[in-house]
């Protein structure tokens, strides 16, 4: 017996069968169970998202011998018929091949005639969109005023082409593409029946490849079942769909949250010796920066019985990469799949698209800054005041800040905090936010500081804060902004400038620089 393939063999049949699309199956059975029948349908949607489908079954309802019917029999000539695409009074035109207004008049010809076989004649135009000016003004008479027997389905992936005098004419369907979750629950029935070993991992991999199409994801399953000699293993999925391994993923995002430019362009060296996909590698990038940015609007973890297990991965980067950074690191990932094809190396692209994060990180070194002015420059030194309540914090902080031994929100949870008490080698810090308040961070900055010869235990509580290093640091910033702004001013060159030409310094234009 022939092969059927499974986006063939399951093709649902019935309106229970059809997944994903609740919102359509609900609107046309209660029109079939009340008669409250439209002339004109419109569905619109991706590629393997059902519109033909849904086409053939509401052809199938409006002819059932049973009778007008949500639930067709699927046994009757009628119903047998259209499945085999042989039913007379079901036509389905291609518009993609034909779009001309000879192939819509024939078509419509057809109308003036009553139905040979069923109860109404049903016209079927997919990819409508394609078909001419010419053509669709043809249709329009006929799609405006039909015969009482006669049913037209349009479809298309493009509705922004259909001219609005044919969708005024038309009820409108929006077909979604499914979620990955939907794929993967029909995948495992199918799978199931057809007696296939797989594993999760393996049919979440076919959900994402198949992006919103349930018949790319059977089309991929049929390729992966024969690729793996009748079943399904995720690192048999990966190779035959050319994915990168979620753990060269975890390790680069990890190293730009640490600021580790070395270990980027290693583990971007490694990918390309293993031959893997620069884009497909930005794409899973994206898909795990997006779980890790809700993680941290949200603050929801992954359920321990949650069978991802890149879901507590995911969670622990949340914490480690600062919110801004995560964002920036998202947009970096979408716009640097463009990038890739204008660029003569690939994986030279993929390496300048990851390092451009970097290059937007904060400045290592704070405690410096400089002032420039249009007519000359005025250099200023930050220096710690003389209050002994946070001086001596401020300063170790920017020794381990100079020393890049912290970095990311362990920085921040340094910065952001004050230093109350030392007693018994134990310092105990305050800190008004929670979010920097985690195990992780005040694990990382009390090695930190023991690396510096610190040989102290940190206890770190929350609670208001008066005098943290960035407190320190950017009231000296506005400090030293005044006095330079007086200096410039009283500076011979500028009252000359002011006497002479009436000159003024633009506001905003004075601004401290890295130093």
């Given at each position: 017996?022939?092969?059927?393939?499974?986006?063939?063999?399951?093709?649902?049949?019935?309106?229970?069968?059809?997944?994903?699309?609740?919102?359509?199956?609900?609107?046309?059975?209660?029109?079939?169970?009340?008669?409250?029948?439209?002339?004109?349908?419109?569905?619109?949607?991706?590629?393997?998202?059902?519109?033909?489908?849904?086409?053939?079954?509401?052809?199938?309802?409006?002819?059932?011998?049973?009778?007008?019917?949500?639930?067709?029999?699927?046994?009757?000539?009628?119903?047998?018929?259209?499945d085999a695409g042989r039913f007379v009074d079901y036509t389905e035109l291609d518009a993609a091949s034909?779009?001309?207004?000879?192939?819509?008049?024939?078509?419509?010809?057809?109308?003036?005639?009553?139905?040979?076989?069923?109860?109404?004649?049903?016209?079927?135009?997919?990819?409508?969109?394609?078909?001419?000016?010419?053509?669709?003004?043809?249709?329009?008479?006929?799609?405006?005023?039909?015969?009482?027997?006669?049913?037209?389905?349009?479809?298309?992936?493009?509705?922004?082409?259909?001219?609005?005098?044919?969708?005024?004419?038309?009820?409108?369907?929006?077909?979604?593409?499914?979620?990955?979750?939907?794929?993967?629950?029909?995948?495992?029935?199918?799978?199931?029946?057809?007696?296939?070993?797989?594993?999760?991992?393996?049919?979440?991999?076919?959900?994402?490849?198949?992006?919103?199409?349930?018949?790319?994801?059977?089309?991929?399953?049929?390729?992966?079942?024969?690729?793996?000699?009748?079943?399904?293993?995720?690192?048999?999925?990966?190779?035959?769909?050319?994915s990168v391994d979620r753990s060269h993923v975890f390790t680069l995002i990890e190293a730009l949250a640490q600021g580790d430019g070395a270990l980027v362009v290693q583990t971007c060296e490694s990918l390309?010796?293993?031959?893997?996909?620069?884009?497909?590698?930005?794409?899973?990038?994206?898909?795990?920066?997006?779980?890790?940015?809700?993680?941290?609007?949200?603050?929801?973890?992954?359920?321990?019985?949650?069978?991802?297990?890149?879901?507590?991965?995911?969670?622990?980067?949340?914490?480690?990469?600062?919110?801004?950074?995560?964002?920036?690191?998202?947009?970096?990932?979408?716009?640097?799949?463009?990038?890739?094809?204008?660029?003569?190396?690939?994986?030279?692209?993929?390496?300048?698209?990851?390092?451009?994060?970097?290059?937007?990180?904060?400045?290592?070194?704070?405690?410096?800054?400089?002032?420039?002015?249009?007519?000359?420059?005025?250099?200023?030194?930050?220096?710690?005041?003389?209050?002994?309540?946070?001086?001596?914090?401020?300063?170790?902080?920017?020794?381990?800040?100079?020393?890049?031994?912290?970095?990311?929100?362990?920085?921040?949870?340094?910065?952001?905090?004050?230093?109350?008490?030392?007693?018994?080698?134990?310092?105990?810090?305050?800190?008004?936010?929670?979010?920097?308040?985690?195990?992780?961070?005040?694990?990382?900055?009390?090695?930190?500081?023991?690396?510096?010869?610190?040989?102290?235990?940190?206890?770190?509580?929350?609670?208001?804060?008066?005098?943290?290093?960035?407190?320190?640091?950017?009231?000296?910033?506005?400090?030293?902004?005044?006095?330079?702004?007086?200096?410039?001013?009283?500076?011979?060159?500028?009252?000359?400038?002011?006497?002479?030409?009436?000159?003024?310094?633009?506001?905003?234009?004075?601004?401290?620089?890295?130093?």
């Amino acid at each position: 017996m022939t092969y059927l393939v499974l986006a063939r063999k399951y093709r649902p049949k019935t309106f229970s069968q059809l997944v994903g699309q609740s919102h359509v199956v609900q609107a046309l059975t209660n029109a079939l169970r009340s008669q409250r029948l439209h002339h004109a349908y419109l569905f619109t949607g991706t590629r393997g998202v059902g519109k033909t489908t849904v086409s053939r079954i509401l052809a199938k309802s409006l002819n059932c011998e049973t009778g007008i019917t949500d639930q067709p029999c699927g046994v009757c000539s009628a119903c047998v018929d259209i499945d085999a695409g042989r039913f007379v009074d079901y036509t389905e035109l291609d518009a993609a091949s034909n779009r001309g207004v000879d192939e819509i008049q024939q078509l419509l010809e057809q109308a003036a005639y009553k139905p040979v076989q069923g109860r109404f004649k049903v016209f079927m135009i997919d990819e409508v969109h394609m078909l001419s000016n010419t053509a669709f003004n043809a249709m329009l008479k006929t799609l405006e005023e039909p015969p009482e027997y006669l049913k037209f389905v349009l479809a298309t992936t493009d509705p922004h082409k259909v001219p609005v005098t044919v969708l005024s004419r038309c009820l409108q369907f929006n077909l979604r593409p499914m979620a990955p979750e939907t794929i993967v629950e029909h995948l495992t029935q199918v799978l199931a029946d057809e007696h296939v070993a797989n594993d999760v991992q393996s049919l979440r991999l076919l959900a994402r490849a198949a992006k919103g199409s349930m018949r790319d994801a059977l089309s991929l399953t049929d390729q992966a079942i024969a690729f793996g000699n009748g079943t399904l293993a995720e690192a048999v999925v990966r190779d035959m769909l050319g994915s990168v391994d979620r753990s060269h993923v975890f390790t680069l995002i990890e190293a730009l949250a640490q600021g580790d430019g070395a270990l980027v362009v290693q583990t971007c060296e490694s990918l390309r010796h293993l031959g893997l996909s620069a884009s497909s590698l930005l794409e899973e990038m994206s898909m795990v920066l997006q779980r890790m940015a809700v993680h941290q609007a949200t603050g929801q973890t992954a359920a321990s019985d949650d069978p991802d297990p890149d879901m507590q991965r995911t969670a622990d980067l949340a914490k480690v990469m600062p919110t801004d950074e995560t964002q920036l690191l998202y947009s970096i990932c979408l716009h640097g799949r463009a990038d890739l094809g204008l660029a003569p190396d690939e994986y030279a692209a993929l390496t300048m698209v990851l390092l451009r994060l970097l290059a937007f990180k904060p400045a290592a070194e704070t405690e410096k800054k400089t002032l420039k002015s249009a007519p000359e420059t005025v250099t200023v030194a930050l220096t710690p005041s003389d209050s002994p309540l946070g001086e001596q914090w401020l300063s170790v902080v920017q020794d381990l800040v100079k020393a890049q031994l912290i970095q990311a929100m362990t920085r921040e949870l340094a910065m952001q905090s004050q230093l109350m008490a030392q007693a018994d080698g134990v310092w105990h810090l305050q800190i008004e936010s929670a979010t920097l308040n985690n195990a992780s961070n005040r694990e990382r900055l009390q090695l930190a500081l023991q690396s510096l010869g610190h040989a102290v235990s940190l206890q770190v509580q929350q609670g208001p804060v008066q005098d943290s290093p960035a407190q320190r640091i950017t009231s000296l910033q506005q400090q030293r902004m005044a006095q330079a702004q007086s200096d410039i001013l009283n500076h011979p060159s500028m009252q000359h400038l002011i006497k002479e030409y009436d000159a003024k310094i633009v506001p905003g234009t004075l601004r401290l620089l890295d130093h």
